[in-house]
């Protein structure tokens, strides 16, 4: 039973590059997140989506940042241009949500981002 | 606004002897309550759950957790602490409606001495 795929595992790039992390979600769960994890601010949720449309991106930091899910078994962060701060781990989850039913996230392994 | 404190940043135990996290939120009507276990380089994975049918949540690895609403607490035990325990371990709480209003908790990080 294949988990939340994220990829890469690791990218390390220099400032100012696009980057791109790339999560593949658990088959039949219908909401996705996104979160970013550092030592200062701890896990954040940046965004999440539910049945393919976002809906509350609140917590993305600013306009460099873009999430996309073009369909229920792939979702994009799109970091553009990079800057050194963007360096944490960025997590994937997904869960499967229903009105009155509360079901747990499962997270990927993250991807760890390292922008030089 | 609704919170979630774990009380200990840093927790360290005996192989063998037993482990307490704390983890209190603010007073709501009924959240759910959520442990979550991080190894390093890992994501989070779920330990257990509690969504109001019994107070005391079973999980897996032989953790436990109590519902104490005269509390608001949600205290992770465990008899005998093994060396694979050692990991962050995250208190979360869902204040209702959508998953995305879930709260995280700043983690304890958990060390098992041989």
């Known amino acids: 039973d294949a988990g939340v795929i994220q990829s890469p595992r690791h990218e390390v790039t220099e400032m100012g590059q696009e980057v791109t992390l790339r999560c593949k979600p658990i088959?039949?769960?219908?909401?996705l997140f996104w979160y970013r994890q550092t030592m200062m601010r701890g896990l954040e949720l940046l965004i999440y989506?539910?049945?393919?449309?976002?809906?509350?991106d609140s917590g993305m930091p600013e306009d460099r940042f873009s999430a996309k899910m073009p369909n229920a078994s792939f979702s994009t962060l799109k970091i553009q241009p990079s800057e050194p701060r963007d360096s944490a781990v960025y997590f994937c989850?997904?869960?499967?949500?229903?009105?009155?039913?509360?079901?747990?996230?499962?997270f990927g392994d993250g991807t760890r981002l390292s922008i030089l | 606004a609704q919170s979630v404190t774990q009380l200990d940043s840093h927790v360290s135990v005996s192989e063998g002897t037993p482990v307490l996290l704390r983890c209190n939120y603010s007073?709501?009507?009924?959240?759910?309550l959520f442990w979550y276990v991080q190894h390093p380089n890992k994501g989070l994975q779920l330990l257990l759950k509690?969504?109001?049918?019994?107070?005391l949540v079973k999980g897996i690895n032989g953790f436990e957790a109590e519902f104490k609403k005269s509390e608001t607490s949600f205290h992770l035990t465990k008899p005998s602490a093994h060396m694979s325990d050692a990991a962050e371990y995250f208190c979360?709480?869902?204040?209702?409606?959508?998953?995305?209003?879930?709260?995280f908790g700043k983690g304890t990080k958990l060390s098992v001495k041989p």
């Open positions: 989850a997904s869960s499967f949500t229903r009105t009155g039913v509360d079901q747990p996230q499962h």
């Open positions: 088959s039949g769960h219908n909401s």
């Open positions: 989506f539910n049945n393919n449309v976002p809906i509350d």
């Open positions: 007073s709501s009507y009924s959240p759910s």
């Open positions: 509690y969504t109001s049918a019994a107070t």
């Open positions: 979360v709480v869902n204040y209702g409606g959508s998953q995305g209003n879930l709260i």
